[in-house]
């Protein structure tokens, strides 16, 4: 049996369903092997405000945060970096609810407990049980699936495992600024985090990178021992895959498309993929509306020179750490004298104010 559509969408993530509500003129079936939006969650949500605005979801933004400090492996300060707000996080799954209910009012259909497998180029989705989708497109939505990433010449994409847990805390802490713990201690193929919730009175902390679980244990405990934060009870608890890169060559495969994490499209530094998701998504359905693929084309040929810039800068950080932290306390000090700026979705803006002219253009 074979179901015609306009457009199918297979996954109900952040890209499949922010892809779905910028179609106006086209009718979409949003294919999801859950049993709602956003679950599993397995990702922490912190983006810029730019980020947040281009998700237009304001009742998802939770917390906001002036500042990232930058902790090494001893938990010391190496810098920290400042914005009004830097950083927002958006809440997952309320996201994904919220978007969810955005795109059935558009009258797109969202199919729940539908589980898709072979992806075609033809326009065709083989569902399990038998049944074949068809569109004029199908848009692949799926997050971390490095079959599918290799259809869109994704073939070294790097996956790493992570491990996060929502803690409540004994004693309230500031919620001003998030935290990141670099070190080879700590993490040596990614990094750690601890993230204020409710006020300083919850936190979020994760590790990424292999053994993830173990590491997280040995970091929470130090925390407490260094009396950084003091946890009372663990919440909840949640794994994922981390997405670095390189991204895909390309967004297009016949009349299959790609957005998120199936393009390897993640912020290396954060494993974050949200950035390119709200980039990408209006283009996208630009393309599948009206067939209009230039703007698409152009949109990703800038976001991977943006993504491959943060992937090659990552793995620079991590094979020469010494080197980096002095690089990232100069350009904390450049944008904290007003001299440059750093955007927190745009990590390749460290290397702008690593650069010596800044300075003496500015005060010439």
Known sequence: MVDRRQVVIVGAGPAGLLTALNLREAEALVVEASSRPGWPPHCTGLVSPATARRFNIPEAVTEAYNEAVFLDDRLQE??????SPLAVRL????????????VESLGHRIAY???????HADGCVQLHG?????????VAALGANPRAAAVFGARNCRYLPGFEVRVRLTARVSDDAFYTIHGWRVAPQF??????LRGGREALIGVGGDYAVERLAALMQRLDRMGVVHVSSIVSHRGGRIVEGPPAQHPLAGKLAGIGD???ASKPFTGGGLYAISILAKPLAALLEKGEKRLLLETWARLRRELEAQYLLTRAARLLQPLWRRALKVACSAAASGRCSIDYDAHSSLVECLAPWRGAGRHG
Do not use: K
């Not at 407990?113 to 992806?119: H, I, K, M, N, S």
């Open 78 to 83: 190496i810098c920290r970096i400042s914005g």
């Open 130 to 138: 038998g049944r074949r989708v068809c569109g004029e497109w199908v």
């Open 91 to 102: 809440s997952r799954p309320l996201l994904e609810e919220l978007l969810a209910q955005r």
């Open 191 to 196: 990094f750690a985090w601890v993230v204020p």
């Open 262 to 264: 199936v393009l390897c």
């Open 113 to 119: 407990r539908t589980r898709a497998g072979a992806l």
